[in-house]
């Protein structure tokens, strides 16, 4: 594997105190706690922290955990699977790694060693456009499905020439982002006093530098509307042009309103996928397996809905599934296990929540992914003994 410059944290253990790491890592959180203590303060900050308050990112965790699951007996589940269809395109698991920027904060391999384990546990990988290893080298790497996330840029020349790079290495589907037209309220950040080091670089975007330096920065006590990005935002005709210069299927992150399916779908994606950004951007949006239901039902089946945010456990995707997505995305885990463990790291979070999810859908009498979203084990008219929904009789 190639050497990418040396970064803040060269943090693979030896063997052998790997191996004792990797057996007393018992789940997510374990992992979370143990990369906290390895990374510098600003460094953890930029990977960890919600935006403002932290109320949206603490909201998503809280809500799945709060959900009370209703397991059906007695209905035989051997030769179960995980597997399902999303895109045309079989997936293992219903468990899919969410773009992240600058991996080489977690690790000196960066998206080398994500995409890595990735392929090694079957897991689709999207890849941000602000990947801090290209995104034509991550593809040359890759054994996992890719999928390429992108911001639609200022300059739509840049764009167009992004989508191409994107095709011609392989990815398979194009993610594009729409909650983050500017960079949420980052308050942690600003106390901690993190700045990128120079070893994480937007590589994807520096050919394009020279036009993109021209959108300049605000000048203190200047309006957040006269930002050069706030005018050059993207609106959905962008998004429609967009879907236009490609062959990909196009995704669309960071729905919340289930106003927003109908001018989406009018768009001509191929789905949705609802976000708060972890709870990044803007602060005080609600948890997202709460908007889930509404999105689904707005969106009636016509494209695939997958979700993120705060998916920390298994039972937290078969709640999710159960609220009518097809698919879920995880965060901050995947940097935690890379932080504390490179590709080893990634692949032990990623068997984690796979382990977790069979076992939560064995204990749920699930035997399909069809079966936790028919099963009824989220209806919430059963909490006050009400009817049982007729699906789940
Ligand atoms: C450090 C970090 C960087 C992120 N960078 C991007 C990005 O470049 N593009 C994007 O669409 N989302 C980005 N996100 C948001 C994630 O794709 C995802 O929506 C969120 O992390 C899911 O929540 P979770 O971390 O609680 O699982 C980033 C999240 C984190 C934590
Ligand atoms: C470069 C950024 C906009 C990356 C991002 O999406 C984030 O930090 O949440």
């Known amino acids: 594997m190639k050497e990418i410059a040396p970064v803040q944290n060269d943090n693979i253990p030896p063997d052998a105190s790997l191996t004792e790491t ?3 890592v018992a789940c997510l959180r374990d992992y979370e706690v143990r990369a906290r203590q390895l990374l510098p ?4 900050s930029y990977l960890q922290c919600g935006a403002a308050d932290g109320i949206t990112s603490r909201w998503n965790e809280q ?3 709060d959900l009370p699951l209703w397991p059906r007996m007695l209905r035989g589940v051997a030769n179960g699977s995980t597997a399902l269809e999303l895109l045309g395109r079989h997936h293992a698991s219903p468990i899919l790694i969410a773009p992240m920027a600058y991996h080489a904060l977690a690790h000196r391999y960066g998206e080398l060693a994500t995409s890595q384990a990735a392929g090694a546990m079957q897991t689709g990988l999207v890849v941000s456009t602000q990947s801090s290893v290209s995104l034509e080298e991550v593809a040359r790497n890759a054994h996992a499905p890719l999928w390429f996330q992108l911001y639609i840029q200022p300059h739509r020349e840049i764009t167009l020439d992004l989508i191409g790079r994107a095709e ?3 990815y398979q589907a194009l993610v594009v982002t ?4 500017i960079q949420g309220l980052r308050n942690a950040d600003q ?3 993190f700045q990128l080091p120079p070893e994480a670089r937007p590589v994807n975007l520096e050919p394009y530098a020279q036009q993109l330096n021209r959108t300049g920065a605000v000048e203190p006590g200047q309006s957040v509307f006269r930002h050069p990005l706030v005018a050059a935002m993207p609106d959905w005709a962008s998004l429609a042009w967009l879907v236009r210069q490609t062959s990909l299927p196009v995704l669309v992150k960071g729905l919340i309103h289930p106003g927003d399916v109908e001018p989406a779908l009018d768009c001509g994606i191929d789905g ?9 951007m803007l602060d005080g949006v609600p948890a997202t397996v709460h908007v889930l239901p509404g999105i689904v039902a707005a969106v009636g089946q016509r494209v695939p809905v997958l979700v993120d945010g705060g998916i920390r456990r298994g039972t937290d995707i078969i709640k999710c599934l159960a ?3 097809d698919a879920v995305l995880v965060g901050r885990p995947v940097l935690h296990g890379l932080a504390v463990a490179g590709s080893t790291g990634v692949a032990h979070v990623l068997h984690l929540l796979r382990t977790e999810l069979e076992m939560g859908m064995v204990l749920c009498g699930a035997a399909s992914i069809a079966d936790i979203r028919e099963l009824g084990l989220l209806d919430s008219r059963m909490h006050d003994g009400g009817a049982v929904h007729a699906a789940a009789r």
């Open 63 to 65: 809500a799945l955990q």
């Open 323 to 325: 609220r009518g997505a």
């Open 168 to 170: 011609r290495a392989g």
């Open 22 to 24: 990797l057996a007393r």
């Open 178 to 181: 729409v909650d983050a037209p």
């Open 41 to 44: 303060r600003a460094i953890w």
């Open 191 to 193: 106390r901690a006093g």
């Open 272 to 280: 949705i996928i609802v976000s708060n950004h972890g709870g990044r």
